[in-house]
């Protein structure tokens, strides 16, 4: 057995190669578990963006809190805020809601907000806040500091109430689509209330609020004092209404206060094309190498103007196929053209049924028709062997006429 195996001989190339592959697979582990070592077993830090800043009374203040395990081993991290000045409200924040843990894997890090609140009477000055975080267990801790430095009164008094922020008031699409607006609406009572959700748009349009990432419609809101929500505001067009722009007035109101919003929708238009014959029928008959004719019509049945309109054809391979006029360069609403659609078979082609697909493209949208074309043999042919037939007759005759006078 072991003659046998000396007596074996690999490729050289094969070895070569084989030997590339085990030392990067050992390379790559060797690097991973490399760097996993030198990691420390466990361990924690929490900083913030920025360990200072400067704003006016009545500001607010939103910072970026980083939370970091410099660990080899995944933690469950709580937050606190330890330190807390006479006069404003502090909180560790995601997008919507407050945050007092995190799981962070080994040697990743994550990203929160430290949001500061002014209450009224807060007046300049230098106040420092305090985080603190700490693993599950208690045994790592790590905290960070802000200072924030209150300057004189701004001119413009804070605004009380309901403040509705959105980012995109103006949105822009089809009639026949849907719109749908996000807006941030914000309790800056120093109470809890029931706030109430209306929208006055044009007339037969469909307005509806819902919460955001949920489907159910809804009327109303209920927010804490200080408490913000996001608002999904859904809106549908009258399915025949003119291209143009549209406002929309949103109102948020309680009877203690009222926000409002002003909206607005930029309808481009309904796209739809419409093609077809006058009979309706799509086929036609055709010579090898001779051009037969056919009339389509083309009809913009939307609301919108169709720019730059081209004519496209697929067909038999040598086929011609060509239209009058080649193209539009515009199609107003509720126009209709007529085309010339000249189509050519080859002079090769074979007696039988052929397919031709034209295509009117207009940016957005597009319409196809398929015309089934049916070549015939030219009659000239058939005139030739009609008088083959007769000859062959004749000849039949005259032979008949010689062998009975024998």
């Known amino acids: 057995m072991r003659r046998k195996l000396d007596n074996l001989s690999f490729p050289k190339p094969v070895v070569f190669t084989a030997l590339i592959w085990l030392i990067i697979c050992f390379g790559s582990s060797a690097s991973g578990g490399e760097n996993k070592k030198n990691?420390?077993?466990r361990g924690i830090s929490?900083?913030?963006?920025?360990?200072?800043?400067?704003?006016?009374?009545?500001?607010?203040?939103?910072?970026?809190v980083k939370v970091t395990n410099r660990g080899r081993q995944d933690e469950n991290i709580d937050l606190t805020v330890t330190s807390i000045p006479k006069g404003w409200k502090a909180w560790i924040k995601t997008y919507n809601f407050g945050v007092t843990g995190v799981h962070v894997a080994s040697?990743?890090?994550?990203?929160?907000?430290?949001?500061?609140?002014?209450?009224?009477?807060?007046g300049p000055g230098k106040y420092t806040f305090g985080i603190k975080a700490q693993t599950a267990d208690s045994r790592f801790t790590s905290t960070s500091q802000m200072v924030i430095t209150v300057k004189g009164k701004k001119e413009e008094k804070r605004k009380k109430g309901i403040n509705i922020i959105t980012s995109y008031p103006v949105?822009?699409?089809?009639?026949?689509?849907?719109?749908?607006?996000?807006l941030e609406v914000e309790n800056k009572l120093d109470k809890d209330g029931i706030f109430n959700l209306t929208a006055q748009g044009p007339e037969n349009?469909?307005?509806?609020?819902?919460?955001?990432?949920?489907?159910?419609?809804?009327?109303?809101?209920?927010?804490?004092?200080?408490?913000s929500q996001t608002v999904a505001v859904e809106v549908k067009p009258y399915p025949w209404e003119k291209p143009g722009q549209y406002p929309i007035m949103v109102r948020v109101s309680s009877p203690q206060a009222k926000g409002e919003a002003a909206l607005s929708v930029v309808l481009t238009g309904t796209?739809?094309?419409?093609?077809?014959?006058?009979?309706?029928?799509?086929?036609?008959?055709?010579?090898?190498?001779?051009?037969?004719?056919?009339?389509?019509?083309?009809?913009?049945?939307?609301?919108?103007?169709l720019n730059n309109m081209q004519f496209l054809s697929f067909k038999p391979e040598n086929w011609k196929v060509e239209f009058s006029p080649e193209?539009?360069?515009?199609?107003?609403?509720?126009?209709?053209?007529?085309?010339?659609?000249?189509?050519t078979p080859t002079?090769?082609?074979?007696?039988?049924?052929?397919?031709?697909?034209?295509?009117?493209?207009?940016?957005?949208?597009?319409?196809?028709?398929?015309?089934?074309?049916?070549?015939?043999?030219?009659?000239?042919?058939g005139w030739i062997g009609i008088g083959i037939i007769l000859l062959v007759v004749a000849g039949l005759v005259s032979l008949f006429i010689r062998l009975g006078r024998r």
């Open 39 to 41: 990691l420390p077993a």
């Open 107 to 122: 040697d990743k890090s994550r990203s929160l907000t430290l949001r500061a609140e002014q209450e009224k009477g807060v």
């Open 271 to 305: 796209y739809k094309l419409d093609a077809g014959t006058a009979n309706g029928l799509l086929s036609l008959d055709a010579l090898k190498g001779k051009p037969a004719n056919l009339s389509f019509y083309i009809k913009n049945s939307g609301s919108a103007p």
């Open 327 to 343: 193209k539009l360069d515009t199609l107003a609403p509720g126009e209709l053209k007529q085309v010339e659609l000249s189509i």
């Open 171 to 182: 949105l822009r699409g089809p009639t026949g689509g849907k719109f749908g607006f996000s």
């Open 46 to 64: 929490v900083s913030l963006e920025y360990t200072g800043v400067v704003i006016s009374e009545g500001e607010d203040v939103s910072i970026d």
């Open 347 to 381: 002079d090769k082609a074979l007696v039988g049924d052929y397919s031709v697909g034209i295509t009117a493209e207009a940016g957005k949208i597009s319409k196809t028709l398929e015309f089934r074309v049916t070549v015939n043999a030219s009659t000239a042919w």
């Open 205 to 227: 349009w469909d307005i509806n609020f819902k919460p955001a990432y949920e489907e159910k419609f809804i009327s109303s809101l209920r927010l804490k004092a200080g408490q």
